[in-house]
T-cell receptor
Framework: DTEVTQTPKHLVMGMTNKKSLKCEQHMGHRAMYWYKQKAKKPPELMFVYSYEKLSINESVPSRFSPECPNSSLLNLHLHALQPEDSALYLC??????????????FGDGTRLSIL | ELKVEQNPLFLSMQEGKNYTIYCNYSTTSDRLYWYRQDPGKSLESLFVLLSNGAVKQEGRLMASLDTKARLSTLHITAAVHDLSATYFCAVGGTSGSRLTFGEGTQLTVNP
């Protein structure tokens, strides 16, 4: 079991649907991340939140909309996705204090399929 | 732009054998991480390497870092089937928390 919890584990949606992915951690981490991972590829960074503020957006299309309601929760709102958006979406968290350089802790991911 | 290269990308080895995975990166960094990922699963942190000459060991895995050569190695000793997974190195950039991942090494250990 990981300390970063993602729901749902699987999601199938049509291109016109709106859905949300959720991520929760209770490790006191103040940095949270969304990654997209295609099969047999490394994770690709999408967004970084630091102290609940968006600090990095890797030029992600606007059909992906992140939200960090508090220090423990991270959401990814999905709307009008394309088939190429089908992937494993991973959430991660870490300490913000760079001096510690602790690793990012990953959730188990949400496997997203766009019909 | 930071680039991270791993090799080999695919590694099939027999149980009991030793092998090394290499991770090269293109610009100065002060932190390097190794992760393991089983199929369909999350990434599990294995090692954090922060200084030149750092060496860390856990079971049959040993990781090292040479910041001058911009090279990290992950050495596998007397491989067992349970080590079959994909191994990623990830390098920290100079700006904030961003990590750049290598392509991953898909390791298969055969009986």
């Amino acid at each position: 079991d990981t300390e970063v919890t993602q729901t749902p584990k699987h999601l199938v949606m049509g291109m016109t649907n709106k859905k949300s992915l959720k991520c929760e951690q209770h490790m006191g981490h103040r940095a949270m991340y969304w990654y997209k991972q295609k099969a047999k590829k490394p994770p690709e960074l999408m967004f970084v939140y630091s102290y609940e503020k968006l600090s990095i957006n890797e030029s992600v299309p606007s059909r992906f909309s992140p939200e960090c309601p508090n220090s423990s929760l991270l959401n990814l709102h999905l709307h009008a996705l394309q088939p190429e958006d089908s992937a494993l979406y991973l959430c991660a968290s870490s300490q913000v204090d760079l001096i510690q350089y602790q690793p990012q802790h990953f959730g188990d991911g949400t496997r997203l399929s766009i019909l | 732009e930071l680039k991270v290269e791993q090799n080999p990308l695919f590694l099939s080895m027999q149980e009991g054998k030793n092998y090394t995975i290499y991770c090269n990166y293109s610009t100065t960094s002060d932190r390097l991480y190794w992760y393991r990922q089983d199929p369909g699963k999350s990434l599990e942190s294995l090692f954090v390497l922060l200084s030149n000459g750092a060496v860390k060991q856990e079971g049959r895995l040993m990781a090292s870092l040479d910041t001058k050569a911009r090279l990290s190695t992950l050495h596998i000793t007397a491989a067992v089937h349970d080590l079959s997974a994909t191994y990623f190195c990830a390098v920290g950039g100079t700006s904030g928390s961003r990590l750049t991942f290598g392509e991953g090494t898909q390791l298969t250990v055969n009986p």
